[in-house]
């Protein structure tokens, strides 16, 4: 897909950032389609479908985490790729805006090239995402996959898994270098069960780098953010 084929929403009150980062997509002959709030936000997002949302946090009426929240809650919406922007560069922040499920983070003042870079990247990791999925296996580096038979090679060894612990690096490796917090994980993974408690999840995910990683002790497939939850870091395969 070119640049051309993508079409982005910036929200952002503020004209002169709105037309800086518009300036900057349409250099790199990106769509480009503009709100001036959440609510006109949510409005086009439906009508246009957008491939990406750059999002600030601080918005009239709505804010952007209660616009994120909104479009992460909708099914049509649910993995729309978001680009949160805000003025505080504080670490509580980009906290709040990755659980709240935006897949990135640029606190402002940023340059238009960084901007810029970071839309590349989500875009290309959302198109990559989607391909994962339907995939028969996976094959990255150090890591293969067999969906169909369950068989996992860690740097050409076979790993024995138990099926949730299939199950649970299944759904990393198909949300690669994304924040994924406990709750999204016992959803996802375990579903409907009930007698699961977020310890659970970290119990998988120990026994996971056990099995997978090279020194369980220090992980660098299956990283853990402190207070939020884990990354399954797809660069680190390469290494
Ligand atoms: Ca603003």
Known sequence: MSNAAHKILVVEDEPDIRKLVQ??????RYKVLEAEDGEQ????????????????????GLSGIEVCKLLRERPDTAKLPILMLTAKAGEADRVLGLELGADDYLAKPFSPRELVARVRAILRR????????????????????????????ARGKTVKLTLKEFELLKFLVQNPNRVLNRDQL???VWGGDTFVTPRT?????????????????????????????YKFDEKALEQ
Do not use: C
């Open 201 to 229: 999840v970290d119990v998988h995910i120990r026994r996971l780098r056990k099995a997978i990683e090279k020194d369980d002790s220090k992980p660098q497939w299956i990283l853990t953010l402190r207070g939020v939850g």
């Open 41 to 60: 936000a949510l409005k086009i997002i439906q009508r246009d479908k957008p491939n990406l949302v750059i999002l600030d946090l601080m918005l009239p």
């Open 126 to 153: 959302a198109n990559g995402a989607g391909q994962t999925e339907n995939l028969p296996s996976y094959n990255k580096g150090g890591l293969k996959i067999d969906f169909a038979t369950y068989e996992v090679f």
């Open 23 to 28: 300036y900057n997509l349409l250099q790199e």
């Open 186 to 188: 016992l959803d996802r």
